[in-house]
Structure formats: C-alpha cells, structure tokens
C-alpha cells in the first residue's frame, strides 16, 4: 500500500476513468500524515461495524464530488484531492461515547490549476440528523485500523454503530417509566402525609360546632345560672380589722345567710356591703349572730326582684353525691367549684379566741372535697337540685388545721360545711328573735380527759356541782364522774364530739346515751334543754 495516497498499489480508484492525468512539476499535492496507533492494530480484524473503539474524536468528513466539463457527475473524488488533516489520536483510554456535533459543510476545495475547464464544486447536502457519536476513521479498502482517519461520508449518510444503541434506549426508556412511577408514588405518599400532618401552607384550625344555649338544669352550669343570681359578696370593714366572705338570699325581704366570723368584725359600728352577680351594691345591716353554731343573718333594704334558693334536707345527703360551692375565695366573686360529699357528721370546732370560749363553734359538718378557700366562708353549698344543703364554714389547711376561713390557709381538699337543716332552725329564730337557742344536757364536761369518751367533770367551773340539778341530765340519772360513749347509738370519743352531736338537735328532742360507770354500761333517755345564754 501506498502510504502517501493510501490507494493500494497498481489499483485505480473506481469511478477515476476518463480524467485526465496529474501533469508532473506543476505543484506538489500535501499529503498528510497518519498518526501511529497507540497500540499494535487490532488482531482480530474487528470489522467497521462491530463494537465502537477507542478511535480519536475527529469530526467525519465530507469530500466534494467534481462535475467534468461535460457535465456529467462523478462519485469518487477526483485524483489529487486533498484529504483533510487527521485529528490527533486521543490519549486517554476508551470510554463512554459523547454525542457528536453536526457535521459542518466542508469548505470548497480548489481546482487542479493544469485541468482543463474549472470544475464546480456541489455544495453538500445538510446532515439528515446530527451524528450521535463521533465515527472512527477507517480505510474503506484496507484493513480497519481504529486509530486511522474517519471514513468519508456521502452527504445525508449518518453514522452507523452497532446493535448495542436501540437496546440502550429500551433501557433508558425503561428506567425512565420506572423513574416516573416511584416519583408519583413517593409524591402521593409524600401529599397525603403533608395533609395528614398539615404540613405547610395557611394553617386552619378546627372548631366544633355551635352547642344548644341551654343546660341541663342539674349540670354545674346549670346549677350555676340558676344560684348565682341568689347569692351575694359581703365586704365587712370595722374597728381594726376587715374581710370578704359571701351570703345567699333567705327571703324576698332582704334576709341573707352568711357565717357570724365573716360579719364580727362590724359587729361593735364597722360597716357591710353587699354587691350582687349583676355588679349592684348596697348596705347591709346584722339582724342577728350566734358564735356557737357560726352564724348570722344580715339584711338589705332598696333592692326588688330578690329570688331566695330554696333550702334542701340536709339529712337525705349521701356520700358520694355531686355538689356545687359559689363563693368569693380570695374576693374573687361568683366563683363556682364542684365536688362531692366526702363524709357526714364531721365533728369540728372552730373559733376559740376568747379565754371564756364562748366564740368556740360547734359542728356536726359535711365533709366535702369542692374546692372552699377564704372568702368562700358563708357560701351556699348546693346538691344537684340546687338547692342548698349546707353553708360553707371551714377548712383543714395543711398547716393550720381545721379553722374557719378567717385565716388565708388554702385548700387541700377538705372543706365543711353547716348542714343546712341546722341553719335553718337557727337562721328563722336570728330573724324572728334577733337570737339563737342551744340545746344542752345540763352537764359540766372535763374537757381535758384524754381517755376515749366525754366524761362529766367533778365540779362546775364556777365551784358548783357538775351535774345542773333538775336539768336533763339529773332527771335521767347522770352523776359527777359518768363516762358518755355514745349518742343514739353513735359512739363519741371526746367532749368536744359530745357537743357537736347535742348541737345537731334542738331543744324538746330526745337522745340515747350510753353511760359507763364503775364498768358497767347502761342506757338513759335524755330531753333536751335550752340554754340560758349562747
């Protein structure tokens, strides 16, 4: 092979016949070089259209076919045409193949200057389409060499590869599909999640819908509506001291409940207000007090339309049952808590500051767990009827233990309250004789004694007999020295107990005692009295 034409020796390109020879001398034809391969040519003879090699990037290139002066065409390229310039050979090693950029029209060679007529030159066809990859130069009649210069291309030919290009594309498509399927999948999830969560965007939040105006008349708002109306806060100011409490209305006339420690202070010229649910506040006066049961009754004049709450039976009360405290704890007005009954005939006292003890109050209380702080004192405590059942009084503070609310203890749960069977008796007498009756035994007791039981005392405080002659007691045989362990079969453990189980009664009612002495026990049927003074 002639390396400078790179026609085979003694062969004549086909399609050559009829043109005229090269004359000698004229000019000299370039003739360009080959690159050597990087490696010894292919062994194995790979034909053109088998895999694609490690051939250099070189753009194809398109030879321009001459017309004779007669006018007829002809395929192959004139002898003497001046191949193009081979790219250099790439250096690094094969590898995936770049998309190739469209075939640029070739520039017009000049004609051979000793031809005869000038022959024009055909301007190339536009590329069908651009070439996907660059084609490695090869030698259409020698043996592929994939490091020689890229074979020439007829005007619109594309380049052609091997069988491999139709199964990638059936693979990219089908990655795509699967691309496509798991992105819309991962966005349903994705969506569903974000609105589940509510994940960005405007953020709306719900509401229920509008609930009936009314109430339940025995729910706790509606024992509320139908109480709060009845019941008042009493600002008390007097001489060195002053407090807030609460009351409820008695009567049509103005009469309202409340406990005689809330009113004390303006019992010697200190002043009362009473203001209302409906923020209306007027003077109050004291109709009557009785320290012995902590209660009083005080009255207001100017004001119309007053609705009493209608007093319930204390003695049906049950524990376990729902009830309702309104009061003023800490002068916070119309404040409604709610609890349950907790316990019956809690024996409790309260007050004591005088050195006789005639301001000590006696207590047969229900126990309840509804939240009762200062202020709350004189408060209705209602059953599920709202009706009352017992005047808020006392509490058990942590600290302090069980005392009226004068004090600013909190509460812990354990509230008491004056039955309302009690109030009532001793509310009707404040009203109708400005003083309350107490029924007694007409015995001494030794408030001291630690042994369970209330013993009756040797001798009165004032040196006379313990036993009162020809009260209840004596009539029913009692003597100096008894041991009482029960009342009505209830047992008492201390004098204190004995009181308050006496003062749950009233005068004319009868009990059942339960006397010791010398060890024997024995029964007695005892008539209440009335004391002679509070």
């Known amino acids: 092979m002639d390396e400078g034409n790179g026609v085979p020796q003694g062969a004549e390109p086909e399609g050559a016949a009829g043109a005229e020879p090269m004359p000698e001398g004229d000019f000299e034809l370039a003739k360009p070089e080959r ?42 390229p004139a002898v003497g045409a001046v191949p193009p310039e081979p790219a250099p050979a790439p250096t690094a090693p094969a590898g995936p193949i770049a998309p190739a950029a469209p075939i640029p029209p070739a520039p017009p060679i000049a004609p051979i200057a000793s031809a005869p007529p000038t022959v024009p030159v055909a301007p190339p066809a ?26 020439l291309q007829q005007p619109g030919a594309a380049a052609v590869h091997g069988g491999r290009r139709p199964r990638r594309r059936r693979a990219a498509l089908g990655w795509t599909l699967a691309l496509v399927l798991v992105a819309a999948g991962l966005g349903g999830l994705v969506g569903g999640y974000v609105e589940r969560e509510g994940i960005g965007g405007e953020v709306t939040l719900p509401q229920a819908k509008g609930v009936p105006a009314g109430r339940a008349p025995d729910s706790v708002a509606g024992i509320a509506a139908r109480a709060l109306p009845s019941v008042v806060t009493l600002h008390v100011s007097g001489s060195d001291e002053e407090g807030t409490g609460t009351g409820f209305v008695l009567d049509d006339r103005g009469h309202i409940l409340t406990n005689n420690h809330v009113v004390a202070p303006a019992a010697s010229g200190g002043k009362i207000s009473a203001t209302f649910s409906d923020g209306t506040s007027v003077k109050a006066t004291v109709v009557g007090r009785d320290s012995g049961y902590d ?54 006292t309260a007050g004591g500051e005088k050195s006789d003890g005639s301001d000590v109050s006696y207590v047969d209380a229900l126990q309840t767990d509804a939240p009762i702080n200062p202020g709350n004192s004189g408060g209705p405590l209602l059953d599920s009827r709202a009706h009352v059942i017992g005047i808020n009084s006392a509490i058990r503070s942590a600290d302090s233990g069980s005392e009226t609310e004068s004090g600013q203890a909190g509460s812990i749960g354990l509230g008491f309250a004056i039955p309302v069977n009690q109030a009532k008796r001793v509310a009707e007498e404040l009203i109708n004789d400005g003083r309350a009756t107490h029924p007694v035994i007409g015995v001494d007791l030794d408030m001291g004694y630690s042994g369970d039981g209330a013993r009756v005392d040797s001798r009165a405080p004032d040196g006379g007999p313990a036993v009162v002659k020809g009260g209840p007691a004596e009539r029913a045989g009692l003597k100096a020295g008894d041991l009482i362990t029960e009342v ?11 009181i308050v189980r006496i003062r749950a009664h009233q005068p004319g009612d009868r009990l059942r ?16 009295g009335t004391a002679e003074q509070n």
């Open 295 to 348: 209660l009083a009754v005080v009255q207001v004049s100017g004001v119309h339309g007053l609705t009493p709450l209608p007093l319930g039976d204390s003695d049906d009360v049950r524990v376990g049952d729902p009830v309702v405290a309104i009061g003023a704890p800490f002068d916070l007005a119309n404040t409604v808590t709610t609890g349950i009954i907790s316990a019956k005939e809690r024996p409790i």
């Open 513 to 528: 005692l339960t006397v010791e002495r010398g060890g024997t026990e024995r029964e007695v049927s005892v008539v209440l």
């Open 488 to 498: 009505d079969g209830e047992p008492v453990h201390t004098g204190a107990e004995l």
């Open 35 to 76: 690159p050597s391969p990087l490696h010894e040519p292919d062994p194995y003879s790979t034909p053109p259209y088998g895999e694609p090699g490690p051939w250099a990037p070189a753009p194809p290139v398109q030879h321009p076919v001459a017309t004779p002066a007669q006018g007829t065409l002809m395929t192959p």
């Open 126 to 151: 536009p590329a069908s389409a651009p070439l996907s990859a660059p084609q490695p130069p090869a030698d259409p009649w020698g043996r592929y060499d994939p490091w020689a210069a890229g074979p």
